[in-house]
């Protein structure tokens, strides 16, 4: 097995306490290998930096059985998450995770909340997609709206300026995400209900995992109830410190049932494989609608999707095998049309059959 990760640093020095930095993505790295020799695998740790004969070569060396990926993008803006697993694939190898296009659609928010808009699943109201400051000015707002770059995860350029209130405030924010990232702003209605991660796992059957709740009631009153980059990493940040995830949360049968359904369409509308997360909202009336999709979401232990796992009676072994397996599983009506060099002819079985 070959487990691939960037190893870029990014164009910006880890900021002290930021635990989504390259330092801790190492350590995570180490300790999922760690994990995964655990369960019998022999595993080949593979990082891609800016090199990519380089890191093509090394890959086709190593012939693994499967690619582990673990590849996210660490520069604004950038879409080589989807790049990278084309490779792979044109490689001829079977991949963890979602396949190249899921990673593409997921990563653009106004395409994915788009798509889902159009095949009837309920996303936030007021979605739209600003490329200059003016186009704020060519529709009436409802206040308050959230304000994100477009093309990014992770909480990235989510902050205590992302909700707005007033016109002047979006202009103001709409040319901070454009100038800062490069990119343009994703704006939607802010909706004021609980929030929720549901964590899916698996193939040909997907497993709706125990729901998640973010509980932001201890935040101070000036901070907004958001999962900003702060929320996530920033381990001395009030947000950190005042924001807890309840695992399982408690929510009534219906609803959770309700979340569940929405979240497995959502996920399968992008394409999704293997594993995923969709984080969900509550709106003024109690209705759940989609704020994202996570196609290849963190695989730490103890936290996120292994958490959701942990409740399920899933220990974190088990959820890497369901994981491995899944990539053997599919994704389905992916043909065996190797283009870079392979030609073991090794790869077959369901969702891998040769052309």
């Given at each position: 097995?070959?487990?691939?990760?960037?190893?870029?640093?990014?164009?910006?020095?880890?900021?002290?306490?930021?635990?989504?930095?390259?330092?801790?993505?190492?350590?995570?790295?180490?300790?999922?290998?760690?994990?995964?020799?655990?369960?019998?695998?022999?595993?080949?740790?593979?990082?891609?930096?800016?090199?990519l004969l380089l890191f093509q070569?090394?890959?086709?060396?190593?012939?693994?059985?499967?690619?582990?990926?673990?590849?996210?993008?660490?520069?604004?803006?950038?879409?080589?998450?989807?790049?990278?697993?084309?490779?792979?694939?044109?490689?001829?190898?079977?991949?963890?995770?979602?396949?190249?296009?899921?990673?593409?659609?997921?990563?653009?928010?106004?395409?994915?909340?788009?798509?889902?808009?159009?095949?009837?699943?309920?996303?936030?109201?007021?979605?739209?997609?600003?490329?200059?400051?003016?186009?704020?000015?060519?529709?009436?707002?409802?206040?308050?709206?959230i304000v994100q770059p477009c093309?990014?995860?992770?909480?990235?350029?989510?902050?205590?300026?992302?909700?707005?209130?007033?016109?002047?405030?979006?202009?103001?924010?709409?040319?901070?995400?454009?100038?800062?990232?490069?990119?343009?702003?994703?704006?939607?209605?802010?909706?004021?209900?609980?929030?929720?991660?549901?964590?899916?796992?698996?193939?040909?059957?997907?497993?709706?995992?125990?729901?998640?709740?973010?509980?932001?009631?201890?935040?101070?009153?000036?901070?907004?109830?958001?999962?900003?980059?702060?929320?996530?990493?920033?381990?001395?940040?009030?947000?950190?410190?005042?924001?807890?995830?309840?695992?399982?949360?408690?929510?009534?049968?219906?609803?959770?049932?309700?979340?569940?359904?929405?979240?497995?369409?959502?996920?399968?509308?992008?394409?999704?494989?293997?594993?995923?997360?969709?984080?969900?909202?509550?709106?003024?009336?109690?209705?759940?609608?989609?704020?994202?999709?996570?196609?290849?979401?963190?695989?730490?232990?103890?936290?996120?999707?292994?958490?959701?796992?942990?409740?399920?009676?899933?220990?974190?072994?088990?959820?890497?095998?369901?994981?491995?397996?899944?990539?053997?599983?599919?994704?389905?009506?992916?043909?065996?049309?190797?283009?870079?060099?392979?030609?073991?002819?090794?790869?077959?079985?369901?969702?891998?059959?040769?052309?």
């Amino acid at each position: 097995m070959a487990l691939i990760y960037n190893s870029h640093t990014g164009p910006n020095p880890d900021r002290p306490g930021d635990l989504g930095g390259t330092a801790d993505l190492k350590v995570v790295v180490r300790h999922l290998a760690r994990a995964l020799r655990s369960t019998g695998c022999e595993v080949v740790v593979l990082p891609l930096y800016d090199d990519l004969l380089l890191f093509q070569r090394r890959l086709r060396r190593i012939e693994p059985d499967v690619a582990f990926n673990q590849y996210e993008d660490v520069v604004h803006g950038a879409s080589y998450e989807m790049r990278l697993a084309a490779t792979v694939r044109m490689m001829g190898y079977p991949m963890t995770g979602s396949p190249a296009l899921a990673l593409g659609l997921h990563r653009d928010k106004y395409m994915a909340a788009s798509l889902f808009q159009g095949v009837g699943i309920p996303i936030p109201p007021q979605n739209g997609l600003l490329e200059r400051v003016g186009d704020v000015d060519l529709r009436k707002w409802q206040f308050p709206v959230i304000v994100q770059p477009c093309r990014e995860h992770a909480g990235v350029g989510l902050d205590r300026q992302s909700v707005v209130s007033s016109k002047k405030a979006l202009r103001e924010r709409v040319a901070h995400v454009i100038r800062t990232y490069q990119q343009p702003a994703l704006v939607q209605s802010f909706l004021p209900g609980r929030e929720f991660n549901v964590s899916l796992i698996g193939g040909r059957r997907i497993q709706v995992l125990p729901l998640a709740e973010v509980d932001y009631s201890d935040l101070p009153p000036e901070i907004p109830s958001i999962m900003s980059y702060a929320a996530k990493f920033i381990e001395n940040s009030a947000e950190y410190r005042n924001t807890r995830v309840i695992c399982p949360a408690v929510v009534e049968p219906e609803l959770a049932r309700e979340i569940g359904a929405i979240a497995l369409k959502a996920f399968r509308a992008v394409g999704g494989w293997g594993y995923g997360r969709v984080d969900m909202r509550l709106d003024a009336r109690g209705a759940p609608r989609v704020l994202e999709v996570n196609c290849n979401p963190s695989l730490e232990d103890g936290v996120a999707l292994a958490r959701s796992a942990s409740a399920a009676g899933i220990s974190y072994p088990q959820l890497l095998r369901l994981v491995i397996k899944a990539a053997f599983e599919g994704p389905p009506y992916d043909a065996f049309v190797p283009m870079l060099g392979h030609s073991s002819g090794r790869r077959s079985g369901p969702g891998y059959t040769r052309s």
